[in-house]
């Protein structure tokens, strides 16, 4: 059996992935993939979600250069949630690591403070300078 | 505004939840909660999800005994997503730390290698002697 078949795909055909980055352990973002995502993303090595808003397959990095290389591919005890170990790169070697969109390292960096959420990360590269 | 307001709940009125430990840094699960759930978590500093089987409120460890204490709570740039930091008590003092229903220290046990998926974690403690 293809081990595609031993996820559980949801009603959308989709399974939610978490990256977490290797060394750090940081949790950066977390997406969506379909079946030919994730094949995809195991045949390339790198991350290739399924965009929800775009309606299409997203190689992560193809416009930000922010490529995530897998290392490896986790998968939970009820076959429907996928963990995917990274190293997230940046648009060059002098760049840090960012995986959201906002510039930052890790997509969560908002935190619950006494009954409010706020921004507790830095933002490493301005969006504009990334999305150019 | 209230802190909950801000928050993206999808189309049945829930939010996806990584729980990652607090020192290991690993991801020990992924749960959904509603609003009352992560109200709940808030309130109590004990990780409560919303169980899309039972159709309830479920407080993590009620009956295995393995609570989350929550450190932190984290949102992603979207609002979508949230993340807790949690400490994961085990039964008693002696106990390991235990996030899975299969005994296993994580629920991402499963690695994928060479086309399959592996087991990589031990059963810390018997599922039978966690549900009795």
Redesign the interface.
């Known amino acids: 059996m293809d081990?595609l078949d031993?996820v559980k795909w949801d009603r959308d055909g989709l399974v939610?992935v978490?990256a977490?980055e290797v060394g750090?352990?940081?949790?950066l973002?977390?997406a969506f993939m379909n079946r030919d995502a994730l094949a995809e993303t195991?045949r390339r090595g790198e991350a290739v979600y399924w965009s929800r808003s775009r309606g299409r397959l997203w190689h992560k990095g193809e416009e930000s250069g922010h490529i995530q290389k897998v290392h490896?591919?986790?998968?939970?005890?009820?076959?429907d949630?996928v963990?995917l170990k990274v190293v997230q790169l940046g648009h060059d070697a002098a760049d840090p690591s960012i995986a959201?969109?906002?510039g930052?390292h890790s997509?969560?960096?908002?935190?619950?403070d006494g009954?409010?959420?706020t921004a507790v990360e830095p933002v490493l590269k301005d969006p504009e300078r990334i999305y150019k």
Chains 1, 2 share one sequence.
Do not use: K
């Open positions: 081990w031993s939610p978490i977490q750090s352990h940081d949790v973002m977390f195991a490896e591919v986790r998968m939970d005890c009820d076959n949630v963990l959201c969109h906002t930052r997509c969560f960096y908002q935190r619950l009954g409010r959420w």
